[in-house]
């Protein structure tokens, strides 16, 4: 059924009524395919790869995200952001994210970037299918996983995608897996409760070092 619906998604302010991230919803329905860009070009190569599709899609842009402007592209599976010094260097952590976490991860690896901790950030791009294979290919190299997104921990793309590469890498991680999202609770119309409740770059840059350091961390609630 050659069909596109396009929506939106994410935290954004004005209540539970507009802001819910709901990818988990249609990523649990066989045969729905669900995009979620990071960026214009990716918004561009995926709207068009999806409108020349034969399958039904959703297509998720998150509010957060709507003014961007960039370049378009042609765009494919998964990517690894590498923002670091020296390319060819091995890197310590992998960030698996998609939406609007992508840009948080970035920010936060280029922090850490300055305290001598290399991060590798996977952008998905669709949430399905996932492209784990990417995911794996990076994790292999960093030996560290964390998942990052916006959306709620507790039954969410995240626990898949943690539970995916923990069966596949067990034996080659050198720390627990760690997920980022945000706390399980209805989404307020305040906005300094909102802050509470949405991951941000502290809390990736914190969950990241605890990763790099081989210890659990707390979960953001």
Same mark, same amino acid.
């Given at each position: 059924?050659?069909?596109?619906?396009?929506?939106?998604?994410?935290?954004?302010?004005?209540?539970?009524?507009?802001?819910?991230?709901?990818?988990?919803?249609? $990523?649990?329905?066989?045969?729905?395919?669900?995009?979620?860009?990071?960026?214009?070009?990716?918004?561009?190569?995926?709207?068009?790869?999806?409108?020349?599709?034969?399958?039904?899609?959703?297509? *998720?842009?998150?509010?957060?995200? +709507?003014?961007?402007?960039?370049?378009?592209?042609?765009?494919?599976?998964?990517?690894?952001?590498?923002?670091?010094?020296?390319?060819?260097?091995?890197?310590?952590?992998?960030?698996? $994210?998609?939406?609007?976490?992508?840009?948080?991860?970035?920010?936060?690896?280029?922090?850490?970037?300055?305290?001598?901790?290399?991060?590798?950030?996977?952008?998905?791009?669709?949430?399905?299918?996932?492209?784990?294979?990417?995911?794996?290919?990076?994790?292999?190299?960093?030996?560290?996983?964390?998942?990052?997104?916006?959306?709620?921990?507790?039954?969410?793309?995240?626990?898949?995608?943690?539970?995916?590469?923990?069966?596949?890498?067990?034996?080659?991680?050198?720390?627990?897996? *760690?997920?980022?999202?945000?706390?399980?609770?209805?989404?307020?119309?305040?906005?300094?409760? *909102?802050?509470?409740? +949405?991951?941000?770059?502290?809390?990736?840059?914190?969950?990241?070092?605890?990763?790099?350091?081989?210890?659990?961390?707390?979960?953001?609630?």
């Amino acid at each position: 059924m050659p069909l596109v619906i396009r929506g939106t998604t994410g935290f954004a302010g004005g209540g539970a009524q507009h802001n819910n991230s709901i990818e988990a919803w249609f $990523c649990h329905v066989p045969g729905l395919l669900v995009a979620y860009p990071s960026t214009p070009a990716d918004a561009k190569g995926l709207i068009k790869t999806a409108l020349r599709g034969e399958d039904p899609v959703i297509f *998720l842009m998150h509010k957060m995200l +709507t003014g961007l402007r960039g370049e378009g592209r042609r765009t494919g599976r998964s990517r690894a952001i590498r923002p670091r010094r020296d390319p060819a260097a091995r890197s310590d952590v992998t960030v698996a $994210c998609y939406g609007a976490a992508v840009g948080k991860a970035v920010r936060a690896a280029e922090q850490l970037a300055d305290d001598g901790i290399d991060v590798e950030v996977v952008d998905l791009r669709t949430v399905m299918p996932l492209d784990l294979d990417t995911v794996e290919e990076s994790v292999r190299r960093t030996r560290r996983l964390v998942v990052f997104t916006e959306a709620y921990r507790h039954g969410g793309v995240g626990g898949e995608i943690a539970a995916a590469i923990q069966e596949s890498l067990y034996g080659h991680l050198d720390a627990p897996i *760690l997920r980022v999202g945000a706390g399980f609770a209805p989404v307020p119309h305040s906005p300094l409760l *909102l802050d509470a409740l +949405t991951p941000g770059v502290d809390d990736v840059t914190a969950t990241i070092r605890q990763a790099y350091a081989g210890s659990p961390v707390a979960p953001h609630v």
